[in-house]
């Protein structure tokens, strides 16, 4: 699902607003990271094949359906084989059909659709996603529960529950941070930082 | 696969438009085929993990040397509004040597603060209470959950608790002249809870021996 804008990683970032739900631990971020990317890669194969019989309706339909159909296959898949990472975030998986539409704006105008080129802008495009929304778990995470890495033993391949760190009591947190204003004031403050760094070195 | 910039200047014939749509149309019916497929092939571990996942809950409210019964498929429905919250809940029963021991009660707190909790009351024969557990709830993270394991004991404060300790005036926060802690900054959710929990207790009193005496419906 291709951005041949220069506002590649602009709309990446734009295209979290239906996730920040997701993103108020490291552990949830990542989980639903993972099976972002997953589902970005999966969902571009098809869509770069059927694309170029269409024109944009029909592109706009098509993108629609597929990633609607890998989304709900990913979640009937986590609930039967992943069930703790879905008892995390399994109630968040079908906003990723919204994401999945505003990543592949730039699908709808693409005069070339080799699937492979597909594959690879959906697995960069979903690699950078992961780091975007695992930035924000943690820092929501750390100043809201002063905890993180918390569940980390869910993730399959069960790693250590010495993982999991603990840096103040839940009590003394700055509870917005983990509420959905918390999660727009730090997509925000991390758009700042973005664009900082960029007109830095324009 | 392949560049193929031409074909989009084609598509405004009828005969492209044509294809196109049935070409959707397919690909609508390939998507639900696919789907349905899986979801027939998963339901069955689906349904398992939930059911391992309840019962491990189970398990864990009932010490062992209470129960020798498989407490999930010795169970009834519970049919009381007023008492538990819903129309249609679960009472889970652990006998000990073919003798009833102890029962855990579904039951539902309506008037949470996010809405609806759903809770498990585990009592002993005589309406001790054995422990409770929040299985679903949305409540203000950070605020409402003062509740969770992770965060407080105060579910341990219902242990060993029975419907006249304390007397029936003291079975609220102590805000409001009770004996149960309340955690900072909320008050509703631990009202919901406590009475959730108090009114679960007398449809226990209430229909114990209903309870134990009905044929387990699994």
Do not use: C
């Not at chain 1, 059909?97 to 659709?113: D, E, V």
Request: proline content about 5%.
């Amino acid at each position: 699902m291709p951005l041949p804008s220069p506002n590649r990683n602009a709309a990446t970032l734009l295209a979290l607003s239906p996730l920040l739900a997701v993103s108020d631990s490291v552990i949830n971020a990542l989980g639903f990271g993972l099976v972002a990317l997953l589902v970005t890669v999966v969902a571009s194969i098809p869509t770069s094949i059927n694309l170029n019989r269409y024109n944009e309706y029909g592109r706009i339909a098509v993108i629609v359906l597929t990633v609607a159909g890998v989304v709900t296959s990913a979640m009937l898949l986590a609930h039967a084989w992943f069930y703790e990472l879905y008892r995390a975030i399994g109630a968040y998986l079908p906003l990723l059909i919204g994401g999945g539409l505003l990543l592949s704006r730039g699908a709808i105008h693409a005069q070339h659709t080799y699937w492979l080129l597909f594959a690879l802008i959906g697995i960069r495009s979903g690699l950078w996603f992961i780091v975007a929304l695992v930035i924000l778990g943690a820092a929501r995470e750390l100043i809201g529960h002063g905890s993180l890495l918390i569940g980390v033993s869910s993730l399959p391949g069960s790693p250590p529950a010495w993982l999991e760190q603990t840096f103040f009591t839940a009590d003394f947190g700055f509870v917005l941070a983990i509420l959905p204003p918390g999660a727009f004031i730090a997509m925000g403050l991390l758009f700042a930082v973005r664009n900082w760094h960029r007109t830095k070195n324009a | 696969m392949g560049t193929r910039p031409d074909a989009l200047a084609n598509l405004s014939t009828r005969a492209s438009r044509f294809r196109a749509a049935t070409l959707l149309v397919a690909g609508i019916i390939g998507i639900v085929i696919v789907v349905a497929a899986l979801q027939r092939l998963t339901s069955e571990r689906i349904a398992r993990n939930e059911r391992l996942w309840l019962i491990a809950r189970l398990e864990t409210l009932i010490p062992p040397a209470l129960r020798d019964n498989d407490m999930y498929d010795d169970r009834i429905r519970a049919r009381s509004r007023d008492l538990l919250g819903t129309d249609s809940s679960w009472v889970y029963r652990a006998r000990k040597q073919g003798a009833p021991a102890a029962a855990i009660i579904a039951s539902v707190a309506p008037d949470g603060y996010g809405g609806a909790i759903d809770l498990l009351v585990a009592v002993d024969y005589d309406g001790l209470v054995l422990g409770v557990q929040v299985l679903k709830h949305r409540e203000t993270p950070g605020i409402g959950d003062g509740f969770e394991p992770r965060r407080s004991s105060w579910l341990q404060s219902f242990k060993q608790r029975t419907l006249d300790n304390p007397e029936a005036s003291r079975w609220t926060i102590r805000k409001d002249g009770g004996d149960f802690d309340q955690f900072t900054g909320a008050s509703v959710t631990p009202r919901a809870i406590i009475k959730a929990v108090r009114r679960t207790l007398e449809y226990y009193r209430a229909n114990r021996e209903t309870i134990f005496n009905a044929a387990a419906q699994p």
